[in-house]
């Protein structure tokens, strides 16, 4: 019963999609509509490039997701298996850095990225994932820490250094971390919404959320084909999920567990 709960925005939506204009705001809601309208699905594409908008959020997502994965490994594998004076400390440190508001840290980035001449680049939403942040550093360290140490003396006998270690030690064992965010990382690029309307300006470099804002902006009498784009725009993300979620469930109980 509480499925049903969470997933009746989902059904509705999914129900307008395909509903004729007239009958999307009948009360009581008729659930299964009178006749199924494609169409819905063809005006979308039709009155906005939403094919240059996937493109746009594809090669964004991809890219952060590859410099989320590298940086955020790299980074958890010093403060797991790397001691180093002021570990600890330094550690903590980051950690803190959670509890700072993105709200806060909003502007003072943006005039940083404007002196940079990097308002209306794709930089700005690129290079912060190749640096990345605190709790993903934090997932991944506990993971490494779950790996038993004696794999890497065993390597470093065969002559292996740290990166060595790092690329043929770690990274294979930690898939099920790894798919994690990958995961999470997709979600969050795929649905980021404020930072591609704060740093985007052009429309051609639009993403699938800014794109859809923009069409529910200006096609606001057609609530079935904002519906419909909604509902392409969603496919992507439900696939992976559905695809991924036997990893993405192991990951989370596996990252819990401390060596």
Known sequence: MGGLIFLAPLLWMLSTSFKPEHQVYNVPIEWIPETFDYQNYIEGWRYLDFPQFYINTTYLTVVNIFGLLLSSSLVAFGFARIRFWGREWIFLVLLSTM??????????????????GFVNTYWPL???????????????????????????????????????????????????????????????NWNNFLYPLIYINETRKYTVAIGLRLFETQQSQYMAETMAMTMVALIPVLLVFYLAQARFIQGIVITGVKG
């Open 99 to 116: 509890m700072l508001p993105q709200q806060v840290t909003m502007i003072p980035i943006y005039v940083f990225w404007s002196r940079l």
């Open 126 to 188: 690129i290079i912060p994932e190749f640096l990345t942040n605190a709790f993903n550093v934090f997932l991944l360290r506990q993971f490494f820490m779950s790996i038993n140490l004696e794999l890497d003396d065993a390597a470093r006998i065969d002559g292996a250094g740290w990166l060595m270690i790092y690329a043929r030690v770690l990274m294979p064992l930690s898939k099920p971390a790894l798919g994690v965010l990958a995961i999470m990382a997709f979600t969050w």
